[in-house]
């Protein structure tokens, strides 16, 4: 699972891979080469059953970042060409993290909502290219056989055809579930989820306008400012934390934006606790015991009997594991049971 992180040159998507990801690149070079790499989903709910358990071994989540080539609308054939390198890299994510400039420093005046226009309407028109071209395809398709393969495609595409031309993006639009299995393999851009993270100069607010832009494009909107969430992750645990009391803040801004595109993909977390180790996974919203019992190891999903479970919050609240079975709140679920965010399991099994 991917998120990329796009948006025009200097808006500070590579200082914001950095924290997500650790991996240390220079920033202000204006990049033109993609970068990948894993990060960790913080999550503090991990952390505090680690210091329940003190196991051997914490493992957070991890998701995969994408430092998309920032595109710069410049001289037609120039912008032309840059707009094509940065859909292209979007087209293979699954999920968008628009990054927006809201600070000067030293690129001019900052216009988050023009930028956030700018970006949008790039991916409207990549998609109505190619709901356009699979129209002509499918009227070429009516003409020679006189009938169609996938008979919801032509309404679904004419109706995508009419939202693209007033500038909208798809995601605005009720797709039932047939609708969405149909146009699954076409990558639409405006379809994929979308989280802005508006960048500020240190200490500055969230810009209204900004947020109102964000929010119309169906997007989930956080504001931080990544040099100094950049600055933060290079400090040690102890530092960082004093750092964050200082500023009365429980956590970095950056987890909360780690969390949403996380969430944006569709996917939440069960954990897994013991003296060994004490670990999140992930599994796909709507994921059923057995599939998160696959997520461990295909031996246990295999010989699946029964998941033990107990919420995170019910755990927390009585102390310890005992305590919480002692109450009553650890379940025996079976096949059919849907994980939750935060349920803590353990399957038994039998191969
Ligand atoms: N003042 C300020 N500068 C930032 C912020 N985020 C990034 N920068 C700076 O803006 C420049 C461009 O950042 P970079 O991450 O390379 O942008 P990119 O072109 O989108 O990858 C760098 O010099 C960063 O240090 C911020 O929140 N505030
Ligand atoms: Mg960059």
Same mark, same amino acid.
């Given at each position: 699972?991917?998120?990329?992180?796009?948006?025009?040159?200097? %808006?500070?998507?590579?200082?914001?891979?950095?924290?997500?990801?650790?991996?240390?690149?220079?920033?202000?070079?204006?990049?033109?080469?993609?970068?990948?790499? /894993?990060?960790?989903?913080?999550?503090?709910?991990?952390?505090?059953?680690?210091?329940?358990?003190?196991?051997?071994?914490?493992?957070?989540?991890?998701?995969?970042?994408?430092?998309?080539?920032?595109?710069?609308?410049?001289?037609?054939?120039?912008?032309?060409?840059?707009?094509?390198?940065?859909?292209?890299? %979007?087209?293979?994510?699954?999920?968008?993290?628009?990054?927006?400039?809201?600070?000067?420093?030293?690129?001019?005046?900052?216009?988050?909502?023009?930028?956030?226009?700018?970006?949008?309407?790039?991916?409207?028109?990549?998609? #109505?290219?190619?709901?356009?071209?699979?129209?002509?395809?499918?009227?070429?398709? /009516?003409? #020679?056989?006189?009938?169609?393969?996938?008979?919801?495609?032509?309404?679904?595409?004419?109706?995508?055809?009419?939202?693209?031309?007033?500038?909208?993006?798809?995601?605005?639009?009720?797709?039932?579930?047939?609708?969405?299995?149909?146009?699954?393999?076409?990558?639409?851009?405006? @379809?994929?989820? /979308?989280?802005?993270?508006?960048?500020?100069?240190?200490?500055?607010?969230?810009?209204?306008?900004?947020?109102? %832009?964000?929010?119309?494009?169906?997007?989930?909107?956080? !504001?931080?400012?990544?040099?100094?969430?950049?600055? @933060? !992750?290079?400090?040690?645990?102890?530092?960082?934390?004093?750092?964050?009391?200082?500023?009365?803040?429980?956590?970095?801004?950056?987890?909360? /934006?780690?969390?949403?595109?996380?969430?944006?993909?569709?996917?939440?977390?069960?954990?897994?606790?013991?003296?060994?180790?004490?670990?999140?996974?992930?599994?796909?919203?709507?994921? @059923?015991?057995?599939?998160?019992?696959?997520?461990?190891?295909?031996?246990?999903?295999?010989?699946?009997?029964?998941?033990?479970?107990?919420?995170?919050?019910? #755990?927390?609240?009585?102390?310890?594991? !005992?305590?919480? =079975?002692?109450?009553? =709140?650890?379940? #025996?679920?079976?096949?059919?049971?849907?994980?939750?965010?935060?349920?803590?399991?353990?399957?038994?099994?039998?191969?």
């Amino acid at each position: 699972m991917q998120v990329g992180i796009l948006g025009l040159k200097y %808006a500070g998507k590579t200082t914001l891979f950095n924290v997500t990801t650790g991996a240390g690149l220079p920033v202000g070079q204006g990049g033109v080469d993609p970068h990948r790499a /894993m990060g960790l989903v913080p999550d503090p709910r991990v952390d505090l059953l680690s210091d329940l358990y003190k196991p051997k071994r914490t493992v957070h989540v991890q998701i995969e970042w994408v430092d998309v080539p920032g595109f710069e609308p410049g001289p037609e054939h120039d912008g032309a060409r840059e707009a094509t390198r940065f859909l292209e890299h %979007a087209r293979r994510v699954d999920a968008l993290a628009q990054v927006v400039r809201c600070f000067d420093g030293g690129y001019g005046p900052p216009d988050p909502a023009g930028e956030l226009a700018t970006v949008g309407l790039e991916l409207i028109l990549a998609d #109505l290219q190619i709901v356009e071209k699979r129209l002509e395809k499918l009227q070429k398709e /009516m003409r #020679l056989k006189n009938k169609i393969e996938q008979p919801l495609e032509p309404g679904l595409f004419e109706r995508f055809k009419t939202h693209l031309e007033g500038e909208h993006p798809l995601r605005e639009l009720e797709l039932n579930a047939d609708e969405r299995r149909t146009i699954a393999g076409y990558s639409l851009l405006t @379809l994929k989820p /979308m989280i802005v993270v508006l960048n500020h100069a240190e200490g500055e607010e969230p810009d209204s306008d900004a947020v109102a %832009a964000a929010n119309e494009a169906g997007a989930e909107v956080l !504001s931080l400012c990544a040099s100094v969430e950049a600055e @933060l !992750s290079e400090l040690d645990p102890a530092d960082a934390a004093e750092f964050l009391a200082d500023l009365g803040v429980a956590e970095p801004a950056a987890h909360r /934006m780690i969390r949403a595109a996380y969430g944006a993909l569709d996917l939440h977390s069960f954990f897994t606790v013991g003296p060994d180790e004490c670990r999140a996974w992930t599994v796909r919203r709507g994921a @059923l015991a057995p599939t998160a019992a696959g997520a461990i190891h295909s031996d246990l999903e295999r010989g699946f009997i029964r998941a033990e479970v107990c919420a995170y919050d019910d #755990l927390v609240a009585h102390g310890d594991h !005992s305590a919480a =079975k002692a109450a009553g =709140k650890v379940r #025996l679920e079976g096949k059919g049971y849907e994980v939750k965010d935060g349920d803590i399991i353990e399957i038994r099994f039998n191969v």
